[in-house]
T-cell receptor, first 110, second 116 residues
Framework: SQQGEEDPQALSIQEGENATMNCSYKTSINNLQWYRQNSGRGLVHLILIRSNEREKHSGRLRVTLDTSKKSSSLLITASRAADTASYFCAPGTSYGKLTFGQGTILTVHP | DTAVSQTPKYLVTQMGNDKSIKCEQNLGHDTMYWYKQDSKKFLKIMFSYNNKELIINETVPNRFSPKSPDKAHLNLHINSLELGDSAVYFC???????????????FGQGTRLTVV
């Protein structure tokens, strides 16, 4: 099934540093979404980028999409301890099918 | 008001039992989902309903039966529970604006099911 594969599986940084997570997928997409999951909670939507967009910003988040390489990246600038969470990408393909991978576990040390 | 609520939050039960997890959304969305998250955090889609109709049914054992009495509710009934069913189950909803485009999904807080 079409799901994103996040890389790296785990990322550990210091507060104030930037964090970059990558997502690769296999087939053509309509859009791609990024979500965050805090420990023990449900997923929270961060940003959606459409297939005809190359870059999108939301606050400290910057998402890029390269459809020729079938990849996306999520950059969190000036990270904070509160950014500690798992991050998932969800390539949007079939109607009604929102699929996820294993996520990237981000730990931001104060 | 909680947008997507599921009950119970925790469920501990013995093998062989039958249990249900309820999900309700007050967002007016047409599409609802059930996901299973295993111990390795892999989040796998199980079912997707649009306006009470099943549109996605991944390879899930038929011991799992979703029921949608109306578009605001999608319950998950599990028969003959097995140890491998232990996981966190998430309900979600979204409003699909076009036939082929998924939009932002809202998730419930999850139900941690432990089968002993």
């Amino acid at each position: 099934s079409q799901q994103g594969e996040e890389d790296p599986q785990a990322l550990s940084i210091q507060e104030g540093e930037n964090a970059t997570m990558n997502c690769s997928y296999k087939t053509s997409i309509n859009n791609l979404q990024w979500y965050r999951q805090n420990s023990g909670r449900g997923l929270v939507h961060l940003i959606l980028i459409r297939s005809n967009e190359r870059e999108k910003h939301s606050g400290r988040l910057r998402v890029t999409l390269d459809t020729s390489k079938k990849s996306s990246s999520l950059l969190i600038t000036a990270s904070r301890a509160a950014d500690t969470a798992s991050y998932f990408c969800a390539p949007g393909t079939s109607y009604g099918k929102l699929t996820f991978g294993q996520g990237t576990i981000l730990t931001v040390h104060p | 008001d909680t947008a997507v609520s599921q009950t119970p939050k925790y469920l501990v039960t013995q093998m062989g039992n039958d249990k249900s997890i309820k999900c309700e959304q007050n967002l007016g969305h047409d599409t609802m989902y059930w996901y299973k998250q295993d111990s390795k955090k892999f989040l796998k889609i199980m079912f997707s309903y649009n306006n009470k109709e099943l549109i996605i049914n991944e390879t899930v054992p038929n011991r799992f039966s979703p029921k949608s009495p109306d578009k605001a509710h999608l319950n998950l009934h599990i028969n003959s529970l097995e140890l491998g069913d232990s996981a966190v189950y998430f309900c979600a909803s979204s409003q699909i604006q076009t036939f082929s485009e998924n939009t932002e999904a809202f998730f419930g807080q999850g139900t941690r099911l432990t089968v002993v």
